[in-house]
């Protein structure tokens, strides 16, 4: 089984994906992490690396989306976190963890020592900005998507890791 994740920053998508594929034995990839690493790379921190490397790359959604697409073709069993994986892999299972944005900005703010006030500028500058490329780049594509693209959706607002986990389990027993 193929599975992708949309997410938006701080839906609990890393740690979830990490705890499951590890119980079931799947591969994880996340389009973020490949991101981080080639930020890393150029050390430069993940918006450093968006201000600097991906607004100036018309092309880098499509560069991004192609290493999906192969990744795809060479794996069967995989978890795959992204912004568009649902769409570039259609036989997927596609879930959408959903959270509230006031308290993905909060989850930020913690993790990353940083004020409510830096993270929501920071983040809403890059959603908005992201919204904007994917118009571009992909206008046959709606993003954020709508919710009909998705095969389970769970808020997961007031919810522990564990308990997303055990949610997503027990969904997928029954396919």
């Known amino acids: ?7 938006l920053a701080w839906s ?6 990490k705890l499951l594929s590890e119980e079931i ?16 790379d150029l050390w430069l921190s993940i918006y450093d690396f968006e201000d600097q490397v991906v607004k100036d790359d018309p092309n880098f959604d499509v560069k991004l989306d192609n290493y999906v697409e192969d990744f795809w073709k060479k794996n069967n069993k995989f978890i795959f976190e992204s912004r568009l994986a649902w769409n570039f892999i259609p036989d997927s299972y596609k879930i959408y963890l959903k959270c509230d944005e006031n308290i993905r900005y909060e989850r930020i703010s913690w993790r ?7 993270i929501i500028e920071k983040n809403t500058k890059r959603e908005e900005w992201a ?19 998705f095969d ?11 308990e997303i986990l055990l949610e997503i389990k027990e969904r997928l027993k029954k396919i």
Request: glycine letters at 2%.
């Open 25 to 40: 034995g799947y591969k994880f990839m996340s389009s973020w992490n490949i991101m981080r690493s080639w930020a890393e």
């Open 112 to 118: 990353e020592w940083v004020s409510l006030d830096e």
């Open 1 to 7: 089984m193929k599975i992708t994740l949309f997410w």
């Open 152 to 162: 389970l959706i769970i808020n997961v607002n007031d919810l522990t890791p564990e």
């Open 12 to 17: 609990w998508t890393s740690t979830i994906w």
């Open 131 to 149: 919204e904007k490329r994917y118009a571009v780049v992909y206008p046959d594509i709606s993003f954020p998507p709508t919710e009909d693209v």
